[in-house]
Every structure is written in C-alpha cells, then in structure tokens.
C-alpha cells in the first residue's frame, strides 16, 4: 500500500526463473511419446558410436574380415533393439515398443548404413584405398561425425535455446541442412582426414 492509500505493486527478479523456464520448455518439447523416443534413439546412436566403431575396428583387425565384423555388429544391435522394444512393449505400452523399433530401424538406415556407405565411395574416389580400408576408414571416421552432428543439434539455439528444433525459418532450414550434410558426409571427410594422418606420419 502506498502513501496514498492505493496498492503498489512489487517486482523481484528471481535468477533461477529463466532456468525454470528453460528446463519446462525442454520437457514441453519432450512431451509427445514418439519425439521423446526420437531424441533417446539419436542420443543413443550417438553415445554408442565410439565403442561400437572401435569394437568393429577391432574385430575387423582380428577376423580379417571388416564385413563380417559389421554383420556382428548388426547383429548384436538387432538384439538390443529388440530387447528394449520388448521391455517397452511389457511394461509401458505396445504402441511405444512398436514406434521405438521403427525409429530405431529408420534410425540405423540414415544414422549409420547409409554414411558408412557413402563414406566409403568417397573415400574410394579420394584415395587409392581398396573398397574394405577405404570401409574401414569410413567405419573410423563415423563416430567423430555424429558427434559433430550432436554439436550441430545443440549448438544453433545459442544459450537461451537447446537444438535445432526451437528454430524456425530460414534459420532452421540451414540448421537442419548443416545437421543432414554432416551425418552423410562425415564419415567419408573425418575418414579422410584420419587417412591423410596416417600416411603423414609413415
């Protein structure tokens, strides 16, 4: 009340209101089941890239065989895949393991299959590497690709913004072609620079 008998009204500016803000838009944006399952299989694809390239790599070395390692490799994510599509199908809905193995599936396709096989074209034009070390390379080169990818997702909304998704426009559409060209073209780029690398230091 003020000194004239009319109310007065008072504003206090709390810091960790914006943060507030910011995580509610974070688990707005995370509220519809499939975009929420689309982040984790990313997200995941992403985290499992390195061991997952290096055990290739390294089973790769010990068979002799690159392609058998990959088939290996395949094989043992189709497990998972099907393990975690199971346990959402058992213990939260059906719907979600249904939708969960789909994005996986569309997931292994524009995520892996096709930049390793890219990369590998690319590498083959680029060098003189037969089509297994010029595979080899590309399976190398991949992780460091979809970590650059991720910094792409994160990185266009700037610090009040956290991906690609809150941006629209023009803007978005760049952001999101940079994240398309990164994912398919990284493979065969990082492939190459770590060729280029090594025969460097021979």
Do not use: H, K
Request: charged letters at 10%; hydrophobic letters at 55%.
């Amino acid at each position: 009340m003020g000194g004239d008998g009319r109310p007065t009204a008072s504003v206090s500016f709390d810091p960790s209101a914006g943060l507030w803000f910011r995580a509610a838009t974070v688990v707005e944006m995370t509220n519809s089941p499939v975009g929420l399952l689309a982040l984790v299989v990313y997200v995941g694809w992403v985290l499992t890239s390195v061991p997952l390239a290096l055990a290739v790599y390294g089973l790769g070395r010990w068979l002799d065989d690159l392609g058998l390692a990959l088939r290996y490799a395949g094989a043992a994510l189709v497990g998972l895949v099907l393990a975690g599509t199971t346990a959402l199908a058992l213990f939260v809905d059906p719907v979600a393991g249904a939708v969960f193995v789909g994005l996986a599936a569309a997931a292994g396709v524009v995520l892996a299959a096709f930049p390793l096989y890219i990369g590998r074209q690319l590498l083959e034009r680029w060098t003189t590497l037969a089509p297994e070390r010029a595979l080899e390379y590309a399976v190398l080169g991949w992780p460091v690709a979809l970590v650059g990818s991720l910094v792409v997702f994160l990185a266009p909304g700037g610090l009040g913004r956290y991906n690609v998704t809150f941006l629209t426009g023009g803007v978005a559409a760049l952001a999101w072609v940079v994240l398309g060209l990164v994912v398919t073209l990284g493979p065969g780029v990082c492939g190459f620079a770590m060729y280029r690398l090594v025969t460097r230091l021979e």
